[in-house]
């Protein structure tokens, strides 16, 4: 590991390194905004710091690092309050309100970069995906290794966004799950808030020349929600946001030098299939878990089914075998009920005797409880219900599925006396 | 939902002008327009360009207005990131900047992107607001992914495909603004066709679907006509701004009115308005971007609207509540006259005893006086003091009736203490209704405690501002 790193490409290291710095303290800031369903503010403020800029360079008259960073935290903050207040006291849905400040404020942007500075480049490239490969080349000194300019400004971004963090980590969980809460115990959560705010804002300008305002808002968002379908602890959520992050970093680089294309569009494609795995992988919100679970659930109500069935067709005690077909068809038919057959049978539940199905002596145990636990459902039903007899069997077939040993107990208490099958058996 | 007319109507529409162009052809049209402006005496250049740019102000106004009000205005802002790639990919098919193509890339990858957002509220764990965020950032980036591939290609350099990033209606050609004129035209015409189905569709969905109306179909109906607005915008405004078409004018309406048949022709009249506006401005002034100025004109409306909008803008707002504030301040004034009057009914009040009475300060006190003076409501005394007059007295008793009558139900109904009832009617009594006062009355006077023509007595002391009890 040490020297496949000795052995990289400075540059490269470099851009990984950067790409790797935005996307944590992208992670980082992403995992409030999402938590809190304020993603797209981070991305109206990255697209409104624009006139903050315009402002600083016209009033400063340099692009200095400092007042490029006070005139975007000024406009960054504006535009989380202009949005807030035209939702709050001129009655407009908040997802417009926003989208009327950012499209403004960055139009106003455009117009006076067009204006003032008609000298100053706005290369759309550069704007939406910044000048990595170049900035990785503009190094000074540090520790006597030649480290790129913005990686130093990055790391500063960084540290100070996890100091951040780290200081209000309390008040920023409780401002997420319960802003009323967080006011009732002293917390000033618009003080949270629009110093989170102030801090997206920052990361905005300081990522801006790296990589672009398309991998900002990327970074805001997607390791975010990734780790949101991962994990329901806080804690946790920020941690595998931030390991998305500097995985992206690393695939997003070397994909993009596979395909000759630009570090921050293939960066922001990588964090969307990382997401899109997370979607259809996710142990517990994942789609094919989902579907798993569902599919699961289906077999053993099939299953439980048939096991009813058979248990009462012996208790009728005809003596006539009950037939394979019929069972099915009975169970619901198609191909989910006959794997559900094919399972009891593998488990040993129900066996084939000449020309139909019967219970084996583990089989008749676990269906005669379930017969129980139905009966047990309609009898409640029956004294504490006016529901008529014949009403009594479809919600006892639902419930017979789901009664827990606890609720089974507790049903007992309350129908003490042993039971018949209602009416005829089914 | 009137049966199957209206998707046969479309049907219809789409058929004749598919047939209208492969008979005619698009240059041929576009030399009809020229012969016409010619006649007419108008610049044919600018008469296209008006035309292009009002058109696609107007359609993407009012199918954004929907959006507005659905609360899926940001939907339409990742529709416009989403339309990249599409551009990007039709562009490496078809190695040539076929404009009809491009867009028609665009509008799969934009329709595309709408469907992802719509998928991943309703089938995942996501959020809209994170649906939105990762759509429009993911496309995007593989827009810029696909744009560097296109760059690359020898024949690509020149495709002006960061025409579309910003917006520039200076690069378009005429037959390329009559693209943009007839798809703003169509979508006009199915809002038009659907205005029934779009209507309730934002207002009460559910009760569309127990209509058994196909809302579904009518929901795709309308994002994909939200996508094509987007999409024949992006040359002229751009990516990121084109939203602020569909949103701002919409919103600038809603100040206005309550009824969507009103909103919606003033939304397309403001963004007719800041298009036509914008165009001018930039067309005038050198190297001006025609996206942003026609947005910052749409803005200025916009903010226009939120101040001074008669009765949702924030004008109206603050002058209800000063309004509302003298209306209480000048009740209070005939109460305490009144209830000074009755403690001593042959003296009249002095400015010193009503400010203490209300807490006012002197000043404030005197300018109410005075003011309830010039109303006739009260007149000045040869001493200096302040006493009602006839038509004073009138609405005074109609206050302290309301006032007194509220506390009596307080006491009666509520069951609140005598000595609580006091503040609270004193916040009620200028906003009782007066069909509450007759109920009021005629319950008491069924009980036979009412006071004929009388106000009923206080229940409980009347108390000066300073506490002590009279």
């Known amino acids: 590991m040490m020297q496949t790193v000795l052995a990289m490409d400075p540059i490269v290291f470099w851009i990984i390194v950067t790409v790797a710095l935005v996307n944590v303290t992208g992670a980082l800031l992403g995992t409030f905004l999402v938590l809190r369903r304020m993603s797209l503010l981070g991305d109206a403020i990255s697209h409104a710091v624009l006139p903050g800029l315009a402002l600083a360079f016209m009033l400063s008259g340099t692009r200095e690092p400092l007042p490029m960073l006070i005139g975007a935290m000024a406009a960054g903050l504006l535009t989380a309050l202009l949005t807030h207040l035209i939702h709050r006291y001129a009655n407009v849905p908040e997802d417009a309100a926003m989208g009327v400040v950012f499209t403004s404020l960055f139009a106003l942007g455009v117009v006076m970069i067009t204006r003032v500075a008609s000298q100053v480049d706005l290369d759309p490239g550069c704007v939406l995906y910044g000048v990595l490969e170049s900035a990785a080349l503009d190094t000074r000194p540090l520790f006597g290794i030649e480290v790129p300019r913005v990686a130093v400004t990055l790391a500063v971004t960084f540290a100070v966004t996890a100091a951040f963090v780290a200081a209000l980590w309390k008040e920023l969980k409780i401002v997420s799950f319960d802003p009323h809460l967080a006011t009732t115990l002293g917390i000033n959560a618009d003080r949270v808030h629009y110093l989170l705010m102030a801090l997206v804002a920052a990361f905005t300008v300081a990522a801006f020349e790296a990589v672009g305002s398309i991998l900002v808002v990327a970074m805001l968002i997607a390791p975010a929600a990734t780790a949101f379908l991962l994990t329901d602890r806080l804690h946790w959520m920020a941690l595998i946001a931030c390991a998305t992050g500097i995985l992206t970093a690393i695939l997003g680089r070397n994909i993009a030098a596979v395909f000759d294309a630009p570090v921050a569009g293939m960066a922001s494609v990588v964090a969307g299939g990382l997401f899109l795995l997370a979607v259809l992988f996710a142990p517990r919100y994942g789609i094919v878990a989902r579907k798993l679970a569902h599919l699961r659930l289906g077999l053993r109500i099939s299953g439980e089914d048939l096991l009813g069935l058979a248990y009462r067709w012996q208790e009728r005690g005809t003596g006539a075998p009950l037939s394979a077909r019929g069972a099915l068809e009975a169970a619901g038919g198609g191909a989910g009920s006959r794997l559900a057959l094919w399972l009891l049978r593998r488990a040993g539940l129900m066996a084939k005797s000449g020309r139909g199905l019967r219970l084996t002596a583990s089989g008749l145990e676990r269906a005669s409880k379930l017969v129980h636990r139905h009966r047990l459902w309609e009898a409640y039903l029956a004294r504490h219900l006016p529901l008529p007899d014949d009403h009594l069997h479809s919600p006892a077939d639902r419930m017979e599925h789901f009664m827990d040993s606890d609720l089974q107990r507790q049903v007992e208490e309350q129908v003490p006396e042993p039971h018949g099958p209602s009416g005829a058996p089914r | ?470």
């Open chain 2, 1 to 470: 939902m009137s049966g199957p007319a209206p998707w046969l109507a479309i049907l219809a529409l789409a058929a004749a002008q598919a047939l209208l162009f492969a008979a005619v052809g698009a240059n041929r049209v576009l030399e009809w327009v020229q012969t016409a402006c010619a006649s007419a005496g108008l610049p044919y250049n600018t008469v296209m360009v008006l035309a292009g740019s009002g058109l696609l102000g107007v359609s993407s106004a009012v199918i954004g207005s929907y959006a507005v009000l659905r609360r899926r205005s940001l939907i339409g802002d990742a529709v416009a990131h989403a339309a990249p790639p599409g551009i990007a990919l039709a562009y490496l098919i078809a190695r040539e900047r076929n404009f009809f193509l491009l867009l028609l890339g665009a509008l799969v990858s934009g329709v595309l992107g709408a469907a992802v957002i719509a998928w991943l509220r309703q089938s995942t764990r996501t959020r809209q607001d994170a649906a939105i965020g990762l759509v429009l950032s993911v496309f995007f980036g593989l827009g810029i992914v696909l744009t560097s591939a296109v760059q690359r290609d020898p024949t690509g350099a020149h495709a002006g495909l960061e025409g579309f990033l910003l917006g520039k209606t200076a690069g378009l050609v005429s037959q390329d603004l009559l693209l943009i004129a007839v798809t703003s035209a169509n979508i006009l015409i199915l809002v038009w066709l659907f205005q029934k189905e779009f209507l309730l569709l934002s207002f009460d969905p559910g009760f569309a679907a127990v209509q058994r109306w196909p809302v579904q179909a009518l929901d795709v109906l309308m994002m994909t006509l939200l996508v094509a607005a987007t999409v024949i915008g992006l040359p002229a405004v751009g990516v990121v701004l084109m939203a602020a078409m569909l949103i701002i004018p919409g919103v600038a309406a809603r100040f206005w009115t309550d009824r969507l048949s009103r909103l919606l022709p003033l939304a397309g009249a403001f963004g007719l308005a800041s298009a036509g506006a914008g165009t001018y401005f930039s067309s005038v002034s050198e190297g001006m971007p025609t996206g942003p100025v026609i947005v910052l004109t749409a803005a200025a409306v916009c903010l226009f609207s939120m101040f001074a909008a008669p009765r949702r803008g924030i004008a109206a707002g603050i002058l209800k509540r000063i309004r509302m504030r003298e209306r209480v301040a000048r009740q209070n004034l005939l109460r305490t006259m009144y209830e000074l009057a009755e403690e001593a009914p042959d003296s009249a009040a002095s400015l010193e005893e009503v400010a203490a009475r209300r807490g006012w300060r002197a000043a404030e006190a005197l300018r109410l006086l005075r003011r309830a003076e010039r109303r006739g409501e009260l007149r000045r005394t040869p001493d200096g003091r302040w006493a009602l007059t006839e038509h004073g007295l009138q609405k005074a008793l109609e206050v302290v009736r309301a006032h007194r009558l509220w506390e009596l139900y307080l006491v009666e109904q509520a069951s609140i203490a005598a000595d609580h009832v006091d503040r609270d009617a004193d916040e009620l009594e200028h906003i009782l209704p007066p069909e509450m006062v007759l109920q009021l009355e005629s319950r008491l006077r069924s009980e036979g405690r009412w006071p004929e023509d009388r106000v009923p007595a206080s229940v409980h002391p009347i108390e000066s501002a300073a506490g002590e009890a009279r």
